[in-house]
C-alpha cells in the first residue's frame, strides 16, 4: 500500500487536534498503511516525556503515543522545533526520531497521502 504523512502541529491539550493525530496514525497502521507521524511546532509537546495533563480536560496521550510506535508508526519531531520550545534530546520519549527540516521534507516526497492536524 501507500505510505501516509500525519503532520501535526498543535499542542497536544488544547484542542482535539494531537489525539485525531494519533488515532488516525493508529487506524493507518492497523490498516497495514506505512505511517509517518510528524511532529512540529507545538506538536513536538506530544513526544515529551513525563506529560502533564492536570486541568486540561483532555486524556493524557503519552501512553497511546508509545501505542502507535509499538504498532510500527514512525514518529519523528521536528529538531528546530525541539529547540525553539526548549527541549533537549533527553526530553523526548524513547522510539522517537528527531529529523531536520530536509528530512521532514524527504517524507513528506515520498508519501502518496499527507494529513494535517
Known sequence: MGRIAMILRRSPYGDINAAEAVR?????????????????????????KGQDDAG???????????DCIDMGVVVYADKASVRDLHLEAADIADG???????????LMQEARTTMIF
Not at 24 to 48: N, R, S, Y
Not at 96 to 106: R, T
Open 24 to 48: 488516525h496514525a493508529m487506524g493507518g497502521a492497523a490498516g497495514e498503511l506505512d505511517v509517518d507521524l510528524i511532529l512540529v511546532d507545538g506538536g513536538v509537546l506530544l513526544a515529551k
Open 56 to 66: 486540561t480536560g483532555f486524556t493524557n496521550l503519552e501512553g497511546a503515543l508509545k
Open 96 to 106: 522517537i526520531k528527531i529529523a531536520s527540516a530536509v528530512q521532514i521534507v524527504e
